[in-house]
């Protein structure tokens, strides 16, 4: 019990600082492919902020790992964060960066009972559009068939393949750029059924909330009507007495 409260502290003490290295991530990552004449040093600073907030998880998941009291359960019951972990390790790509970083804010973001699940899903939303049109356009703006070739053009491309749209006026040409576009469809279909179930949750919720006190008031007015009619026989009563006498 210590030990999983001491879990439980570090997460909540963690959690504003892992979002906020998330969000220097975002931002290192984002740097060399909105600017393409980023000279090399500012390339590499940005790399190495990548790989810094990169371990900063990875030295998290080891923390949570090291204070819960069943590390068996733990690495099953998070093996996406392990994964999240493990995945840059693979292959030094930045994408695969990008990918375990938003793994890994997410399953944080989803442990925090505080984060409501709208905020969630629009913070999932933009994060899912930014990561995606940044991805793309690193990986299409230089293929010699790609037709997206601006920031411009990978969000609006983003945004229409997250929706399932698909105008096709912006499509990617490479395996990788495919690959991302198949996240981003899952993600967005995904997204879209989470957000419908919450609406469906908060109809079901305010019409049984209705539904309760539609009953609570039913109860009182008979209880009322019962109060009524004691009182009135023992008026009847009274009279009755006071006739005799």
């Known amino acids: 019990m210590q030990r999983r409260t001491a879990q439980d502290r570090w997460e909540q003490l963690t959690q504003r600082p892992m979002l906020a290295l998330a969000v220097?991530?975002?931002?290192?990552?984002?740097?060399?492919?909105?600017?393409?004449?980023?000279?090399?040093?500012?390339?590499?600073?940005?790399?190495?902020?990548?790989?810094?907030?990169?371990?900063?998880?990875?030295?998290?998941?080891?923390?949570?790992?090291?204070?819960?009291?069943?590390?068996?359960?733990?690495?099953?019951?998070?093996?996406?964060?392990?994964?999240?972990?493990?995945?840059?390790?693979?292959?030094?790509?930045?994408?695969?960066?990008?990918?375990?970083?938003?793994?890994?804010?997410?399953?944080?973001?989803?442990?925090?009972?505080?984060?409501q699940l709208t905020t969630y899903v629009g913070g999932a939303v933009v994060g899912l559009l930014m990561f995606g049109s940044l991805a793309v356009l690193s990986v299409e703006r230089d293929s010699p068939d790609g037709n997206i070739r601006t920031l411009g053009d990978a969000v609006w491309w983003s945004f229409t393949t997250m929706t399932t749209v698909g105008y096709g006026d912006h499509a990617p040409t490479t395996g990788v750029g495919r690959l991302i576009a198949v996240g981003l469809m899952l993600s967005g279909i995904a997204l879209l059924g989470v957000v419908t179930a919450n609406?469906?949750?908060?109809?079901?919720?305010?019409?049984?909330?209705?539904?309760?006190?539609?009953?609570?008031?039913t109860e009182a007015i008979r209880a009322l009507t019962e109060e009524v009619r004691a009182l009135r026989a023992e008026v009847a009563a009274l009279q009755e007495r006071s006739v005799r006498q």
Request: net charge neutral.
């Open 24 to 115: 220097v991530f975002a931002i290192a990552y984002a740097v060399p492919i909105v600017d393409s004449s980023a000279g090399h040093s500012l390339t590499v600073a940005c790399t190495m902020v990548e790989w810094l907030v990169w371990g900063a998880f990875a030295a998290d998941y080891l923390v949570r790992l090291v204070l819960t009291p069943d590390r068996r359960t733990f690495v099953r019951t998070h093996w996406m964060d392990l994964c999240a972990v493990v995945l840059p390790l693979i292959q030094p790509l930045r994408l695969l960066r990008m990918v375990s970083t938003l793994l890994l804010v997410g399953r944080r973001a989803r442990m925090a009972s505080q984060i």
């Open 199 to 217: 609406i469906a949750a908060w109809f079901i919720e305010r019409f049984e909330k209705d539904d309760v006190e539609e009953r609570e008031q």
